[in-house]
């Protein structure tokens, strides 16, 4: 099931290389920005038309909003001057604004191998592809975002190479840098700085927002940029991310991966009403107490398995005997099949309040498409093809990739044993800077990346300083929790307090 696939498939021994790239003013700055009704130059290498840049004015949500936007491209190379990539993006910049003062977002998405495109026609940008219904036959109509950012702050969506047309030009090796945790967060702070250096935006205040495999890159990525590019980075918003992978994999003597998703399959189970994390404590309180006590009893006492059962289809709705077959153990490929299997449907893994038929209904496994990613892919890809093309006039003959499989299955995770985490560098940067603040954000009813697990994870951190510069937030909704239109309002204003220093 590729869409399960392509967020996270953390597998620990691969071999992960550093990159060494070129400091952003050691190499030409890309071509400049350029009309829209400019002839297109084309690059040798990635066969990207020059950088283009248009004029727009929205009256969205009682406001007016007059900004360009350019859609271009960077080239990053190694130290000898070697072109590695070229990394492509979509830059919003507000007309009138004091480029020393106005904050600048750089946004990115997950997968690995997953284009920006989520999060700028998702939530963020100006326009958004409504997201209620979602289905490949949707059209993929845009309509003007009364939730965008951009009053706030300029925005600067960037592709990892590999992702939408970022392209890789130098061959396997490069291909094998880019494609690791580290090196893809060299590769993105190298192409950050370079944004900057063409701007002049240094003075400006810089904000990173991720989402999924995005919001592990984000802490890694600002400690980056400050260690090894010179840049300071303000903040961070991260919206479902999962900042230690080995808590997302667990194993069969890991009862974390089993816990924290006990509370998103009681906000599915109640999703027919409103539903808040303020109703789930009792279930968080169960799921660290007599849940866990429980499980470390283990199969061998039949009366701790039984409680568990009993109490874990209470929470999940699943049925009974299927939660006693698998011990009381309700891993989250088993809850995705189970919960309206009565209804010959599946659940997705993005959001659980979200389901589609199960084409194989009476097979003991079946191969089912998730019902949101290959869902939204076809609109978000062809919505934001045209934007590129209609709006931008940025046309590229390539093909736009907004969930690379090639990414994400040859994605190189380390060297060591353990698998790698965020969590050591969020922590430090809190440490070091204390006007560092960070905003995290997670959907109620998504498995993919729980929200109780992100929480559990905070809970070991302590203030350094003032209190309060780590925030969660947990809003109804999934994985793309901005789908849920009160959630996306409610993202929006926690985002403008984090930006203005509220």
């Not at 592990?216 to 090894?228: C, G, I, S, V």
């Amino acid at each position: 099931m590729r869409s399960r696939v392509i967020l996270f498939v953390a597998l620990a021994g691969l071999a992960s290389a550093s990159c060494g790239f070129a400091k952003a003013d050691d190499a030409p700055v890309g071509a400049a920005a350029a009309s829209r009704d400019a002839k297109p130059e084309k690059s040798e290498s990635a066969n990207l038309p020059s950088d283009s840049t248009t004029a727009f004015t929205l009256n969205i949500g009682g406001r007016s909003l007059a900004f360009h936007v350019t859609a271009g491209s960077l080239q990053l190379k190694d130290e000898a001057g070697t072109p590695q990539a070229v990394v492509a993006y979509v830059a919003y910049k507000l007309d009138g604004a004091d480029p020393e003062r106005r904050p600048v977002t750089f946004a990115i998405n997950g997968g690995p191998g997953a284009a920006s495109a989520w999060l700028q026609i998702g939530a963020l940008g100006p326009w958004r592809l409504p997201m209620a219904g979602l289905s490949p036959a949707s059209p993929p109509t845009l309509v003007d975002n009364a939730e965008t950012w951009l009053d706030f702050t300029d925005l600067v969506f960037v592709d990892p190479p590999g992702t939408g047309y970022s392209r890789i030009v130098a061959g396997d090796e490069a291909r094998r840098r880019f494609w690791s945790v580290d090196g893809d967060v060299d590769g993105l702070a190298a192409a950050i700085r370079r944004w900057l250096v063409a701007e002049r935006r240094f003075a400006s205040p810089k904000f990173i927002v991720g989402e999924s495999y995005g919001g592990f890159r984000a802490p890694r990525l600002a400690e980056a940029l400050a260690m090894d590019q010179g840049v300071g980075v303000s903040g961070l918003a991260l919206i479902s991310p999962v900042l230690d992978l080995a808590a997302l994999a667990g194993g069969p003597d890991d009862p974390f991966p089993l816990l924290t998703r006990l509370p998103s399959y009681a906000a599915a189970r109640r999703s027919g009403g409103p539903v808040s994390r303020a109703d789930l404590a009792e279930v968080e309180r169960y799921a660290t107490g007599d849940y866990l006590a429980d499980w470390l009893r283990g199969p061998s006492d039949a009366a701790a398995v039984e409680r568990m059962s009993q109490r874990v289809a209470d929470l999940s709705g699943i049925d009974i005997q299927t939660v006693r077959r698998l011990g009381g153990r309700v891993d989250e490929e088993s809850f995705l099949r189970e919960f309206e299997r009565t209804q010959g449907k599946v659940v997705a893994f993005y959001d659980a309040t979200i389901d589609a038929y199960d084409p194989f209904p009476a097979a003991r496994n079946s191969d089912f498409h998730d019902p949101v990613l290959p869902g939204f892919e076809p609109a978000f890809t062809s919505a934001i093809v045209d934007l590129y093309q209609r709006k931008f006039g940025w046309k590229v003959d390539g093909r736009y990739e907004l969930l690379n499989d090639a990414v994400n299955h040859e994605w190189r995770w380390g060297d060591r044993l353990a698998r790698p985490e965020a969590l050591s560098a969020l922590r430090r940067m809190l440490a070091l800077d204390p006007k560092f603040r960070v905003l995290i954000v997670h959907g109620l009813t998504d498995v993919q990346a729980p929200y109780f697990a992100t929480a559990l994870e905070l809970g070991q951190i302590p203030d350094y300083g003032a209190p309060g510069r780590l925030t969660l937030r947990v809003y109804p909704g999934g994985h793309m929790v901005y789908a849920n239109d009160d959630s996306r309002r409610a993202l929006r204003d926690d985002a403008r307090r984090l930006i203005e220093g509220r």
